[in-house]
């Protein structure tokens, strides 16, 4: 069955249901410019996603990193295993027990729906569906997720958005905790790791990328946590400005116009110049050399040699054999 199309002609819940109801499998690839979204499925679920914008690609094992489950020094432990063994890096975080595996579904199933989430905020971009196509061919850990589920969380999370921005307007916010004994709550486990990042330094952008929660998560652990009281804002990081490159303009194309326009203006500015010269009488030119053109008189001059015993002038040949 072949789905393609652009997003502003279908909306991508609208795919999402056709290729659940249709248990399909393959593979369904969004693009926007250098940004490109792959969503694996089998028999209409759901098994991967995968979000690569331009260069920047994160591996599940460096988000294991970023989110805190593997430490730094652990994680250099387990490259070195693979630099040896040669075996997959998820292989020897499963096999030799760092994390369990459902330790690590759990969180691919997240960054699943994180990629959902974001697909769901594009307004433009390309569609189609590969059938037959497989992600991630060599894991070794197989998810199915409802389609329809992660449609209708998304579907949430995008209503939940607009008040969650207007409290925490911009990334270049930064926030700091608040003293309160009064305050016993106990935080959720996200929000216990976002306020334990929250130093009155890091703005919200930094701690987005900290958390490994993804930016919908942290905004809404951020949020309640402003919410309750627990922390509020300090100041603002001033927006570094991107200087725009000035575009060179190449005038190449100009040069052959240029030349030949030059080449004409030359060549008329010089007849006009000699025309005038020539009618003010300047310059006199010689045209024709009378030299080449004098007649010539041998059968003449024979004549009067034999007449007179001499050869003649011209001026002779001319007076007697009246030449003009």
């Known amino acids: 069955m072949p789905i393609e199309g652009d997003i502003k002609s279908l ?40 979000y690569e914008r331009g260069e920047n690609v994160e591996r599940l094992e460096s988000y294991l990193v970023r ?3 593997l430490g730094k020094n652990v ?18 975080i499963l096999e030799d027990k760092y994390l369990n595996i459902k330790e690590v579904e759990r969180i691919i199933k997240f960054k699943i729906q994180e990629v959902i989430d974001e697909l769901f905020t594009w307004k433009e971009g390309s569609f189609k569906f590969e059938e037959g196509a497989v992600i991630y061919p060599k894991s070794i850990i197989k998810i199915r997720m409802h389609t329809e589920g992660l449609i209708l969380e998304a579907a949430r999370r995008m209503d939940e958005w607009p008040r969650i921005t207007k409290a925490i307007p911009s990334g270049d916010l930064v926030y700091k905790k608040v003293e309160r004994p009064e305050l016993k709550l106990e935080p959720r ?8 990042l929250i130093d009155g330094h890091r703005s919200v952008d930094d701690i987005v990328e900290l958390s490994g929660f993804g930016k919908f998560h942290t905004y809404s652990a951020l949020y309640h946590l402003l919410s309750t009281g627990q922390i509020e804002l300090a100041y603002a990081k001033p927006a570094v400005k991107k200087i725009k490159p000035k575009r060179q303009i190449s005038l190449k194309f100009l040069t052959l116009p240029l030349w030949v326009g030059l080449a004409i203006i030359i060549f008329i500015g010089e007849f006009l110049i000699g025309n005038y010269i020539f009618k003010k009488g300047f310059l006199s030119f010689e045209i024709i050399n009378k030299e080449l053109y004098t007649p010539q008189y ?12 001499r050869y003649p002038s011209i001026p002779e040949i001319e007076d007697i054999f009246k030449i003009k």
């Open 67 to 69: 989110s805190g489950l």
């Open 189 to 196: 486990e996200d929000e216990a790791r976002v306020l334990s």
């Open 75 to 92: 994680y250099e432990l387990i490259e070195d295993i693979h630099r040896e063994t040669k075996r997959p890096i998820m292989n020897i």
């Open 11 to 50: 909306n991508l819940a609208s795919v999402l249901q056709l290729i659940a109801q249709e248990q399909l499998s393959g593979v369904l690839k969004v693009k926007r410019n250098n940004e490109i979204v792959d969503v694996g499925f089998i028999d209409g679920q759901i098994t991967g996603a995968f």
């Open 298 to 309: 041998d059968d003449y001059k024979e004549i009067f040699f034999y007449k007179y015993n």
